[in-house]
Nanobody
Framework: VQLVESGGGLVQAGGSLRLSCAAS????????MGWYRQAPGKERELVAS???????NYSDSVKDRFTISRERFKDTVHLQMNSLQPEDTAVYYC?????????WGQGTQVTVSS
C-alpha cells in the first residue's frame, strides 16, 4: 500500500490549509484512514480519522477547527484545517489501517507562523 500526501505549507495564524492523501495498492474495503502529526520533541498523535463507513474521530485539540472527509468509493482522504494556530505546526502523516496493513505516508510539513 502506498500513500501520497499533498497540501502542506506555511500559513499565518488564523489561516487555512487542506491536506490530501491518496492510497493505492491492495486495500481491504473495510479500513480506516487518518492523519497523525508529530511536532519536534513530541510523540506522534492522532489528529483525525475516518472509516470506510464514514465514522469520524477527532482529537479534542482540533475538533472544532479541522474536518476530515473521504471521497466516495476512493481511498482518498482530505483534512481541511481552519483557524490554524502555531501549536498546529508539525509534520502531518497520512495513515491507512485495514485487517492486514498499517501504512504511513512520507509526511508533509505544516508550519503556522504567529
Amino acid at each position: 500500500v502506498q500513500l501520497v500526501e499533498s497540501g502542506g505549507g506555511l500559513v499565518q495564524a488564523g489561516g487555512s490549509l487542506r491536506l490530501s492523501c491518496a492510497a493505492s495498492g491492495n486495500i481491504f474495503s473495510t479500513n480506516v484512514m487518518g492523519w497523525y502529526r508529530q511536532a519536534p520533541g513530541k510523540e506522534r498523535e492522532l489528529v483525525a480519522s475516518i472509516s470506510n463507513r464514514g465514522d469520524r474521530n477527532y482529537s479534542d485539540s482540533v475538533k472544532d477547527r479541522f474536518t476530515i472527509s473521504r471521497e466516495r468509493f476512493k481511498d482518498t482522504v482530505h483534512l481541511q484545517m481552519n483557524s490554524l494556530q502555531p501549536e498546529d505546526t508539525a509534520v502531518y502523516y497520512c495513515n491507512l489501517r485495514d485487517r492486514i496493513v498499517n501504512s504511513w505516508g512520507q509526511g508533509t510539513q505544516v508550519t503556522v507562523s504567529s
